[in-house]
């Protein structure tokens, strides 16, 4: 497996570099955002880890033109920026994990391994199966495109991940943690309210302009996309 390393601190980068070589992974870095879109068009990578406080252009806009152009491409962004709201930033940015630092090297570790076994178990897209419908909505899992009754609804990367989920498990209840670890992947930090967040998120721009109302809470056991209520 190979990994891009985004990081203008070179003893962070240096330190990273040895730790993840002596896991056994294949290790490139980059020192800005610039030359890290350069190597990612030029070497096949399989994860990227950055920090998002880079000169000339920051992580989150970086992640958002990786993601753009790599929409599988896994990313774990490591910052001293821990607040719910620059979190919540990086994840909306396409971060698939946001690792605070100062931080443990083998969590790291287990969070590229959990980042890659998600990456690994996904289910391929075809042409033939890339369209998700449920009532009037629509979603297109190769373009990422979203739709109901004809009108496009613009999603960030894990508010569409979390649509896909719940899409995909119509009409059951699926609790905080199931869908904390499916979307958010094992090592989710079960002490916040991002779960609510992202279904606000996506109630605000799949439900409100809409009678028929597709997402619901179950009060004490989670929430459910049905129409059925």
């Known amino acids: 497996m190979t990994i891009l390393i985004i990081e203008d601190n070179a003893r962070v980068s240096a330190l990273l570099k040895r730790g993840l070589e002596s896991q056994d992974y294949k290790i490139y870095i980059s020192e800005d955002a610039e030359d890290a879109l350069v190597m990612i068009e030029r070497i096949a990578i399989d994860l990227v880890i950055t920090d998002i406080m880079l000169p000339q252009m920051n992580g989150i806009e970086l992640s958002k033109i990786i993601k753009q152009k790599n929409p599988d491409l896994p990313i774990i962004m490591l910052t001293a920026l821990g607040t719910i709201d620059e979190k919540i930033e990086g994840f909306d940015a396409g971060a698939d994990d946001y690792m605070v630092k100062p ?119 989670g929430f459910i996309f049905t129409h059925q209520l």
């Not at 897209?125 to 909505?137: A, G, H, M």
């Not at 779960?195 to 605000?204: E, P, T």
């Open 103 to 221: 931080f443990e090297i083998r969590e790291l570790y287990a969070r590229i391994k959990a980042v890659l076994l998600r990456k690994s178990s996904s289910p391929k897209k075809s042409d033939s199966s890339n369209l998700i419908e449920y009532q009037n909505l629509t979603v297109n899992t190769n373009t990422n495109r979203v739709f109901r009754n004809e009108k496009e609804i613009s999603l960030t990367p894990k508010e569409f991940k979390l649509l896909v989920f719940l899409m995909t498990h119509a009409d059951r209840v699926l609790s905080r943690e199931e869908i904390a670890e499916n979307v958010w992947g094992n090592h989710f930090d079960t002490g916040t309210n991002y779960i609510d967040v992202y279904i606000a998120y996506l109630r605000k721009k799949i439900d409100k302009d809409f009678d028929e109302k597709l997402i619901h809470t179950k009060p004490g056991m």
